[in-house]
């Protein structure tokens, strides 16, 4: 691993305390990055920030947030200025599912994950940019990465609204990128497939729950049967390449672009 490859990138992750976002912070720092990690679970962020300290290199702070509001994300953006003197990398991580066959969807499942998975990007965005803007310009892009799905490109029976919302998070990448690109900031996404954490794990009960699937597992069974060309599911760690590639000078070149990491399910 080259420790110095994003050195000077100080980095605000959202949705830090586990998951793809707690395994992006510690690959981050562990490049050089300072990293601000943030999340509704404030003491499980500081957690994950306390042992980046301990391990060296690139610094860590945690700031509680919601994401779905906007004063937290300004809070967060503040708290990175804070700590490092500037930021220069968004990484809009948080997220959540709760599958609901068509008919069955209702108006809270609909406005729970919206709110979470696109409002919050939206906003998030918004807040890191305008903070890189009044920052005025830099060298080098300023970036802000998205993270998408396979939900973004693929329709889903089980999942109307996850995928709803994460077709939206391409849309945000896609029209941020020309938005954003008079301040020399570049927006991409990466958007994985099946990834073993706790979002997974509570997935894989619902669908059980809801009647989709028969047992416990049985989801990751048929996924890797029946959709995935590499014949198994991903860690956290197959997603911290692309994540350190698109928050690196090596993606300098790129904007409007969602790189899927989803073990061949879709294809384009
Ligand atoms: N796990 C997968 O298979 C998979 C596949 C494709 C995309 N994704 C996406 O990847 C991202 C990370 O997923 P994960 O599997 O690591 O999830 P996870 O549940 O392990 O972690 C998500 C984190 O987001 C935080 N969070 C949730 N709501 C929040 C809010 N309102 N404000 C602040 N923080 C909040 C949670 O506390 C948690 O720490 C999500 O956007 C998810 O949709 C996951």
Redesign the pocket.
Known sequence: MDTERLKGKNILI??A?????AANAEAFAAQGANVCL????GDEAQKVADAINAAGNGKAVAVR????SRADNAAAVAATVEAFGSINVGLF?????KPRFFMDIDEDNWDMIMN??TK?MWLGMQEVARQMIAQGPQDKPYKLIN?G??ASRKPLVDVTVYCTSKYGCLALTECGALGLAEHNITVNGYA????V????EQLDKDLVEIGFKERAGQAYDDIVENNLVIKRVSYPKDVVGTASFLASDDSDYMTGQMISIDGGWVTK
């Open positions: 959202t949705g305390a586990r998951g793809m976002g943030g999340d509704l679970d947030m919601d994401v779905t991580n948080a997220g959540l599912n979470v998975n919050a993270v799905s396979i994985p497939g099946v990834v954490t706790p979002l997974w």
